[in-house]
């Protein structure tokens, strides 16, 4: 790891040690945003020394990681322990000794993936540290800043993984935006879905956004499209980017119902 390679401190998207530019191309696009006094830029070494990675059980088998304090956007990663191999859903941009150890003594990573890119952040290195590929849309190609040979690269609707766990294509926020379904977890299945969907603070509605910071809605015939496509899911428990949106009660009848308001 080269503790001084650029990391953006607004995103949290790292980037390779000959990077000399002066901008995040993941800011740049009109989803994210460049902070209004200029693009800042941190590196590993600040970051372990100033945070470490919060680990919290959220039910048998699955596990949130979160940066404290709050780093960038904020997002947390989701380990999910599985019979035939453990996923990491989405990545954070520090990995530090204790989590590293944590994952570890559970059976370490058979693969990663990732909703979109917003949350490529430090994916090199976890895949690096953990001898495991990343799964990521074909169509958001174009916005992976520092590659790697561990990179699989899928098309189309989805794809099925392992023990019956599915990437599935939704769009919206990006054409790539995408949903891990988990059928172990739960009766019915269990979605881990970023900010594909968001679940407002009251926890009684959901959002479909092309941007979410820029306040930047999606086409009504996308919203109709994003509904036909959820209703075709099976799952009763949703898990979404921020650490309050854990919703276990009739997930899947509060999000059509909100994806029923866009006419």
């Keep these: 790891m080269n ?14 040690n000959d990077y000399k530019e002066n901008n995040c191309i993941i800011c740049e696009d009109d989803r994210q945003y460049v902070p209004l006094d200029g693009q800042k830029w941190t590196n590993s070494k600040t970051l372990i020394s100033n945070h470490k990675v919060e680990i919290k059980q959220l039910k048998p088998h699955l596990y949130e990681f979160l940066i404290k304090p709050t780093f960038g956007i904020g997002q947390r990663a989701i380990f999910v322990v599985s019979d035939n191999g453990n996923i990491l859903w989405d990545c954070i941009p520090l990995l530090d000794s204790e989590v590293r150890n944590f994952i570890i003594q559970n059976g370490g990573l058979k693969g990663m993936a990732i909703s979109h890119p917003h949350y490529y952040s430090n994916m090199k290195e976890w895949s690096k540290t953990f001898n495991c590929p990343i799964y990521l849309p074909e169509t958001e190609k174009d916005f992976v800043v520092n590659g790697t040979n561990e990179i699989h690269y899928w098309s189309g609707e989805g794809i099925e993984l392992w023990d019956g766990i599915e990437l599935i294509r939704i769009g919206g926020h990006f054409l790539g935006s995408s949903i891990l379904r988990i059928p172990t977890l739960s009766e019915k299945g269990t979605i881990l879905c970023g900010d594909t969907f968001y679940l407002s603070l009251s926890l009684k509605h959901f959002s479909v956004m092309y941007s979410y910071p820029n306040i930047i809605p999606l086409p009504i015939a996308e919203v109709e499209r994003i509904r036909d496509k959820v209703k075709e899911i099976d799952f009763d428990e949703i898990y979404g980017f921020w650490s309050y949106q854990n919703l276990k009660e009739d997930p899947k009848q509060l999000l059509m119902e909100s994806l029923e308001r866009y006419k």
Excluded: F, R
């Design 3 to 16: 503790e001084l390679s650029k990391i953006c401190a607004t995103c949290g998207t790292k980037y390779p």
